[in-house]
């Protein structure tokens, strides 16, 4: 067995979940869509000024922006146009729906990284070229952990820090948003973070990122394997980690946007 395949969490996939998925593929493959979201990314525009700046006829770039909308990535908002001749007059306004470029890349992410069993082999090259493509459009995302399963479900944390420690809130300290990785009380087998379960740190010199137990009581877990406290180990795009086993324990997948680390500058 490879250290790849050592790393592979298999998963049963529902078929409408598959069509659901090429359909997101379908929206998000064209490279013109690509462009619109670029071209609204800081500042909202209406369809004149965007079919201006990638290019595209007034038609054309109404029915993208109707696809990126289907997807939940845009949304429309009356505004005013430019003055002209005329005066101004009320336009629908596009702008990326806050977080929506960051909710591309995990839906990407958590797909690609769980190493779905895709039935459709056709299915899974063309999600791998989507996130590839999508992520060098939109580079510089951290890396991040999602929260898989409990009453938190789905929740994303960036890692934005160097040394970043993981576990339950404490009752009356108010949470640092990038300083920790907090969970809330449902998963009561998680150490508290004032006593660490576990610590996330980044290798300058190359952007690695490292974990450890910090001698929790429930134990550590990636990809299955238990970790010894107090020693570290390599994080790789799409490790799945575990903190404590069973349903008051948390189930964090570990996600680079563009599959690599990024070492500090020289």
Request: glycine share 10%.
């Amino acid at each position: 067995m490879t250290d790849d395949d050592s790393r592979t969490l298999i998963l049963d996939v529902d078929n409408d979940d598959l069509q659901e998925l090429s359909e997101y593929l379908d929206v998000l493959s064209s490279s013109t869509r690509l462009k619109i979201l670029k071209a609204i990314e800081r500042s909202p525009k209406d369809v004149r000024q965007i079919s201006a700046a990638i290019e595209t006829s007034y038609e054309n770039t109404k029915k993208h922006l109707d696809k990126l909308m289907s997807i939940g990535v845009v949304r429309k908002e009356a505004g005013l146009s430019r003055p002209t001749a005329k005066g101004v007059h009320p336009v629908w306004k596009y702008s990326i729906v806050p977080g929506g470029l960051e909710a591309i890349t995990r839906s990407l992410g958590l797909f690609a990284n769980l190493r779905l069993t895709l039935t459709d082999s056709v299915l899974a090259k063309r999600l791998a070229g989507v996130r590839e493509t999508f992520s060098g459009e939109f580079s510089g995302q951290p890396p991040a952990v999602i929260l898989l399963g409990g009453a938190e479900d789905g929740r994303v944390f960036a890692l934005a820090g160097e040394s970043i420690p993981v576990g339950r809130a404490d009752p009356g300290t108010p949470e640092r948003a990038g300083e920790a990785i907090v969970l809330g009380e449902a998963y009561a087998a998680v150490t508290r973070v004032s006593k660490p379960h576990a610590r996330l740190t980044r290798r300058r010199v190359d952007g690695t990122w490292l974990i450890e137990d910090c001698g929790s009581t429930g134990g550590t877990f990636v990809n299955g394997t238990p970790l010894e406290p107090g020693k570290q180990r390599e994080l790789h795009d799409g490790d799945l980690i575990e903190l404590a086993k069973g349903a008051p324990g948390a189930t964090l997948v570990f996600v680079i946007p563009g599959g690599v680390p990024v070492p500090d500058a020289a």
